[in-house]
T-cell receptor
């Protein structure tokens, strides 16, 4: 119930395409859903985050769509560029003290955008 | 402003050897974390320190110990390294522990245990 399931494991798109990465969760107590972006040889960095009181959030070319009833959320990258090639992790956490507030990460999606 | 600094960047150990991974942050963050990243396994929390003076186990603590030396520094120790501990280790920090507080990661230590 604490898992966040992420798919696909890897994704290849052409420049200008719209890659979509999906995540699903079971624990309805989760109420914070960030996405992290990791370039080769670097640590992950926060890309964008959403709370379940909104169904969509956009930051530049990156959009999170959130479906509370289905317990799913997804990342869309508009007009993808070779520089977007990276590994993307979804995550979830809940309010509360102790370990409850720690992020639970999906297993990651390696995105390759071909020129 | 370096952010989160990890040392060393690479390390090769033989089974049974010990070592300490060092981490320091200069953002005045209260909370610090150690994760390991393995292919197809995502990021798994080893230990965390919600504030100076406290440490707690994460998802995969076995075989590791930690020390929160001061507000800036959080070290991870492998007392007797095993091949299963071959991984990339990331240190992270955040303003506060948990919910809604973004993690800032270092660039990792790649550890190989032979």
């Amino acid at each position: 119930q604490q898992q966040v399931k992420q798919s696909p494991q890897s994704l290849i798109v052409q420049k200008g395409g719209i890659p979509i990465i999906n995540c699903a969760y079971e624990n309805t107590a989760f109420d914070y859903f960030p996405w992290y972006q990791q370039f080769p040889g670097k640590g992950p960095a926060l890309l964008i985050a959403i709370r379940p009181d909104v169904s969509e959030k956009k930051e530049g070319r990156f959009t999170i769509s959130f479906n509370k009833s289905a317990k799913q959320f997804s990342l869309h990258i508009m007009d993808s560029q070779p520089g977007d090639s990276a590994t993307y992790f979804c995550a979830a956490s809940m309010r509360g003290g102790g370990s409850q507030g720690n992020l639970i990460f999906g297993k990651g999606t390696k995105l390759s955008v071909k020129p | 402003n370096a952010g989160v600094t990890q040392t060393p960047k690479f390390q090769v150990l033989k089974t049974g050897q010990s070592m300490t991974l060092q981490c320091a942050q200069d953002m005045n963050h209260n909370s610090m974390y150690w994760y390991r990243q393995d292919p197809g396994m995502g990021l798994r929390l080893i230990y965390y320190s919600a504030s100076e003076g406290t440490t707690d186990k994460g998802e995969v603590p076995n075989g590791y110990n930690v020390s929160r030396l001061n507000k800036r520094e959080f070290s991870l120790r492998l007392e007797s390294a095993a091949p299963s501990q071959t991984s990339v280790y990331f240190c992270a920090s955040s303003v506060e522990q948990g919910y809604n507080s973004p993690l800032h990661f270092g660039n990792g230590t790649r550890l190989t245990v032979t």
